[in-house]
């Protein structure tokens, strides 16, 4: 059976016991989250791109070897507007929309052009992040939406640019193990500038336990990256982080914040308003965490377009970093769902290639234009010495045809060996899970026919023995089928559960796993 992209979802609140066949371990308690979009039609319209899709919330919690299951919508205001006119009136990225198609363009014009900046959409529909101790679904805006991670009710509306200077914000921060987290956001001409914000969000000050305050009311920013143009910032999905440094990519897919602008009286979507420059080099920005400036040695690299780092460590004087880098934007378009559900290929998508890069992170001005500064044994990736003292970085490609990267979080900024993710061979969409061994190359997989599995996720078994000890879990889709859920063990991969799902699931976009306690 094929799948159908743009079928609605429906939720299922009530929690629900899953089928269990096999065994789950009893040591995995806690609860998988999943969000991703879920409505693709209202009234007489539909979204013309899967991300755009309103968000739709799955929860699996594992407890004693079984496993409940609830669904629900994100009531955002997004949702809410759109149901109250049984018809999408709220734009999306890749869906421009009117709320009175009886306006004229004039009318357009005069409402549209009050905002420098449009104000986007609060429909989080890509992941979950933590702050303090909050849940929040996210997107890519200044919005994000407190959710009740045990019910998956909806509650806050949380607006970044009451406490900083964002615009958008990336949906994959990262942690330390304090629990403070680590995010970027970019801020468009502020004070006639354009600039990248890497910034803190605390973790919940003694002080504050028990009180109603505002969990990004302490952020603070930790570094400031200028644009290297005022008006076409670059696009980023994530960045890296190690103990003592932040990896920051500046690629060539840029965002026209004055097509942007005039989207709406023009009458087409914001996606495309994203160019990608392909004669314009890649900047890789190193900001030491201590002092939040950018170190001396300037990096770049060729043309690339990364949505997901993997992971980045340091390792005797060098910071290395893995991302997940395509050749052209061609992925975004092949989620459009007239290609989706007619299985049309767009040639100039490229395959994702896993790239490790190797930044020596200090230049020593005697060393001769020309030599490679990266004196690292077990990769090719190199940093060669330019006249002007940058370091012109290739990479070292692992492997082909992975996505959606997830590693043993317990080694992030550290040196990892295994990632886990998704194998895509002949289209966008994944068909297997992946276990990729960085050292050796070796992929093994997961799969089975006429499955879609998710991201994978991997949870670390307490006091495991090796980085690998613990179970990876992936939502699998089964067309006109129910949905399961299966367990895989992170070391030999082989399938030790699967917990069928009292419902058809959707392709999610990202998850996060909660341990039981958190």
Not at 113 to 124: E, I, K, S
Not at 284 to 310: A, P
């Amino acid at each position: 059976m094929t799948m159908d992209f743009s079928k609605n979802a429906e939720e299922r609140p009530e929690p629900s016991k899953a089928d269990v066949k096999g065994n789950i371990p009893r040591w995995l308690q806690g609860t998988l989250l999943r969000n991703g979009p879920g409505i693709f039609s209202v009234g007489d319209t539909s979204y013309d791109h899967w991300f755009d899709g309103m968000a739709i919330m799955h929860s699996f919690n594992f407890k004693d070897g079984e496993v409940t299951h609830r669904s629900r919508f994100l009531r955002s205001d997004t949702y809410k507007a759109n149901m109250a006119a049984n018809r999408i009136v709220v734009s999306e990225m890749g869906t421009m929309a009117y709320p009175d198609p009886s306006k004229n363009f004039i009318f357009k014009a005069i409402t549209f052009l009050n905002h420098t900046v449009p104000d986007f959409t609060d429909n989080g529909a890509s992941n979950f992040i933590k702050y303090g101790n909050d849940y929040f679904a996210t997107s890519e805006t200044n919005y994000i939406r407190k959710i009740d991670p045990v019910t998956l009710e909806t509650q806050d509306k949380v607006d970044y640019l009451k406490y900083l200077p964002v615009n958008l914000a990336s949906s994959h921060p990262h942690y330390d193990k304090e629990g403070n987290a680590y995010n970027m956001g970019t801020s468009i001409a502020e004070k006639g500038k354009t600039k990248y914000l890497l910034f803190k969000v605390p973790a919940v000050a003694e002080k504050d336990k028990g009180k109603n305050v505002p969990v990004l009311k302490n952020a603070e920013v930790v570094c400031s990256i200028p644009c290297r143009s005022l008006l076409t910032p670059s696009y980023y999905h994530s960045f890296g982080m190690t103990d003592n440094y932040f990896v920051f990519i500046e690629q060539p897919l840029k965002l026209d914040i004055l097509k942007m602008a005039t989207a709406y009286m023009r009458g087409v979507n914001w996606a495309s308003c994203m160019k990608y420059c392909p004669d314009e080099s890649t900047l890789i920005h190193l900001i030491d965490r201590r002092t939040g400036k950018e170190v001396e040695t300037k990096y770049y690299t060729g043309s690339m377009v990364v949505y997901h780092h993997v992971n980045a460590y340091e390792d005797d004087g060098h910071v290395v970093f893995d991302v997940i880098a395509y050749k052209d934007k061609g992925l975004y378009d092949m989620f459009f769902l007239s290609k989706l559900n007619t299985n049309t290929h767009d040639d100039a998508y490229s395959k994702p290639g896993y790239k490790r890069f190797a930044l020596p992170i200090h230049s020593d001005k005697g060393i001769a234009v020309g030599e490679d500064l990266v004196k690292l044994k077990y990769t090719t990736a190199s940093a060669v010495k330019e006249k002007e003292g940058k370091l012109l970085c290739q990479a070292e490609v692992l492997c082909e045809g992975f996505e959606l990267p997830r590693i043993n979080y317990d080694f992030n900024g550290k040196k990892h060996r295994f990632v886990y993710g998704s194998g895509v061979e002949d289209s966008a969409l994944s068909q297997m899970v992946a276990k990729l061994d960085t050292e050796t190359k070796e992929r093994v997989y997961w799969s089975e026919e006429n499955c879609w599995p998710s991201e994978p996720v991997f949870i670390p078994r307490p006091n495991g023995e090796s980085e690998d000890d613990g179970v990876v879990l992936a939502t699998v889709v089964n067309p006109g089928k129910p949905g399961f859920i299966v367990v895989l063990d992170g070391r030999t991969f082989k399938e030790v559960g699967r917990a069928y799902i009292n419902a058809e699931l959707q392709n999610g976009v990202h998850g996060f796993f909660i341990p039981q306690g958190n």
